[in-house]
Structure formats: C-alpha cells, structure tokens
C-alpha cells in the first residue's frame, strides 16, 4: 500500500494537509483500503496534501488476499484526522471485528473528532455498531443491505446507491465503489477538474456519481437466467455505435423474426426495439460522465442520428436533458457546458 503505516511528527504541514487514516483488521477486503489510498495518493501529484495512514488494533493485519500487512497502531494514528475510512471484510472479520471492544472504543472517538468517516462496504456495520448510522441514509454492498436494515433499524438504508452521503458520514457499496466515493471526495476538496486528472492517471474512463444504481443495465439483463437469449446483451453492448435492426438481432441469435421478438418479450419483458434503447442510454449516462465529450459525440458512440435524437429520448427515459444530466451528476466545466 502506499505511504506510510506510522506517523512522523518531523513531518511539514500546511492548512490544506489533510490526514487519511484507514482501520485495517485481519479478513479485511485489499481493495477497499487500497483503491482509495491510491486516489488520495494519486491526487498528491496534482498539488494536494493528502498523508495516507494505517491503523489497526496490533500493528499487523492479514486482509482475506493473504498479504500480510504491517500497520501503525490505533494509538499512532495522528491527530487531527480529516477522513477516517473502515473498510469491509468478510462476514466473520466484520463480526470479529464487531466484537472488539477496544476497536469500537478507538473508532467511537476518532469519528467524533474526524471531519469525515467513511465505510466501504460491509465497513458500514461497524459504523452501525458505535451509532453512526442511527437516523441517516446509507448504503452498503447490495447483497448486505437487508441484514444491515435488519441489524440497525435507525438507518435508512439503501442497497440501490454506489455511494451516500449524509452529514459527514460516507457509506458505499463496496470494492470499486470505493474508488467512486474517494474520487468525489477529491472533487470536494480540490475541485472536480483535479478528480479527473486523477481519473484519468488510473485509467478510470468516468467519475460515477453515488445515485448510479449498483447494478447496471447490462449485468442486470445478462442476470436473467436461461434462456435462448443468453448472448444477446453482450453482442448488443458490442455495437451500441451501429445501426441495429430487429431482423439484425435475430439473424445474431439464429432465430426467425417472429420467434426472436416472442423470446425477448419473454426472457426481457420488453420488445427488442425496446431493450436496444435501455442499453444505448443507460451507456450514454455513464459516458455523460466524461465531461471532455461533447453531447454530439455521446449520441454519436450510442448509435444515435444525431444530439437532437437522443436529447428527445434521454428526456423522455430519465426525465431531464443530457445537459442537465451531466450538471447534476458530473460537475462539468462551464467550458464545456458552454460548448454543447
């Protein structure tokens, strides 16, 4: 992991340094300590003064990848911290952890002195666990949303989000999504052209706002089970940019016009014509979040005719403009704003 686990007071600050303290335990998820410690230490090369450090209660943690991590203790985490993150782990880390009433007294009083705490994933229980979640919305890996609810019936829990935010407390879905939150986080404190500029050194292709479902339109179809139609989503997801007919779909699937619209009217309770255009706007809405792309080329990479085209359609879909879209979700430059 980058940075250091220790901190060293002969270390120099100004006011824009801002400590980052991730607590790590053994059974913890890598990813979600190391995707956003990268962000933050990325974002270092653009002029902010992130100081990543590590905590855990015995200054060694083994994550459920089998690398043994070494850490600073609880008790060496500088003061002031500015972010303190908990990541997720496995059911019996969390419950491990859960029950480490040294832990939980360190994390109760580091969260009321830091500026922002944030959970990745499963990390939410322990936020739940010393009351943080008591009367606020929050979100965690989908598949644990239920079992959150159930155990911290004081939170407003939604296993739809990437990520919420309520006062200064984070929660988030989980593993990439913490690199989501992380980058957002950059954008509030050092603006969004920054965010990008480290989007782009991770090769990330979009900065996703926390709204965006957890589950994307593509993975939601290709879920279905069965079917004759199996293949059909990832061969559309592969010509989204092409002009596409019915006839075309069922020449691909080997079947007669007439059976190929029973079958999706089946499998996708929705025509072809349809189905064709929830994939072609839901990949406009994350390539909205790009925002060196005109709103031309948008529609052009998802197989419209032209920017007036799929400006009626997405209005129509999600009830807004691609514009006021990108506005709300992808905090784009008044350049570009101007420019479509």
């Given at each position: 992991m980058p940075a250091s686990g220790r901190y060293d007071k002969t270390m120099s600050s100004s006011a824009n340094t801002?400590?980052?303290?991730?607590?790590?335990?053994?059974g913890m998820l890598l990813?979600?300590?190391?995707?956003?410690?990268?962000?933050?230490?990325?974002?270092?090369?653009?002029?902010?003064?992130?100081?990543?450090?590590?905590?855990?209660?015995?200054?060694?943690?083994?994550?459920?990848?089998?690398?043994?991590?070494?850490?600073?203790?609880?008790e060496q985490a500088p003061r002031p911290i500015h972010?303190?993150?908990?990541?997720?782990?496995?059911?019996?880390?969390?419950?491990?952890?859960?029950?480490?009433?040294?832990?939980?007294?360190?994390?109760?009083?580091a969260s009321k002195q830091a500026t922002r705490v944030v959970s990745i994933c499963t990390g939410a229980f322990l936020l739940g666990r010393i009351g943080l979640l008591?009367?606020?919305?929050?979100?965690?890996?989908?598949?644990?949303?239920?079992?959150?609810?159930?155990?911290?019936?004081k939170a407003?829990?939604?296993?739809?989000?990437?990520?919420?935010?309520?006062?200064?407390?984070?929660?988030?879905?989980?593993a990439a999504t913490g690199i989501d939150l992380s980058l957002t986080l950059v954008a509030r404190d050092a603006g969004p052209d920054v965010a990008l500029k480290v989007a782009r050194a991770l090769v990330l292709h979009l900065?996703?706002?926390?709204?965006?479902?957890?589950?994307?339109?593509?993975?939601?179809?290709?879920?279905?089970?069965?079917?004759?139609?199996?293949r059909l989503v990832p061969w559309l997801e592969g010509r989204l940019d092409q002009p596409t007919t019915v006839a075309d779909m069922a020449d691909a699937m080997g079947?007669?016009?007439?059976?190929?619209?029973?079958?999706?009217?089946?499998?996708?309770?929705?025509?072809?014509a349809r189905l064709l255009s929830e994939l072609r706007?839901?990949?406009?809405?994350?390539?909205?979040?790009?925002?060196?792309?005109?709103?031309?080329?948008?529609a052009h990479r998802t197989g419209f005719a032209d920017a007036a085209s799929f400006t009626k359609a997405f209005g129509q879909r999600y009830g807004m403009t691609p514009s006021a879209y990108r506005r709300a979700f992808a905090e784009p430059k008044k350049s570009m704003e101007a420019a479509e």
């Open positions: 801002r400590n980052i303290v991730f607590v790590l335990f053994d990813l979600d300590a190391a995707g956003p410690a990268e962000v933050f230490s990325t974002a270092n090369m653009f002029g902010c003064d992130y100081r990543i450090h590590y905590a855990s209660v015995t200054g060694q943690v083994t994550p459920r990848a089998g690398l043994k991590v070494t850490t600073g203790t609880m972010t303190l993150f908990i990541p997720g782990g496995t059911r019996s880390s969390i419950e491990a952890a859960a029950s480490d009433e040294r832990l939980l007294a360190w994390l109760e009083t008591d009367g606020r919305r929050a979100t965690t890996h989908w598949a644990s949303a239920k079992t959150l609810a159930a155990a911290f019936p407003r829990i939604d296993g739809e989000e990437l990520f919420v935010e309520d006062g200064k407390v984070w929660t988030s879905a989980g900065v996703r706002p926390g709204s965006q479902s957890q589950f994307s339109a593509p993975l939601a179809y290709q879920a279905r089970k069965g079917g004759e139609l199996s079947m007669s016009d007439r059976s190929f619209y029973r079958h999706c009217l089946s499998e996708f309770d929705m025509p072809p706007l839901d990949r406009a809405r994350l390539l909205l979040g790009d925002v060196s792309l005109p709103i031309s080329a948008v």
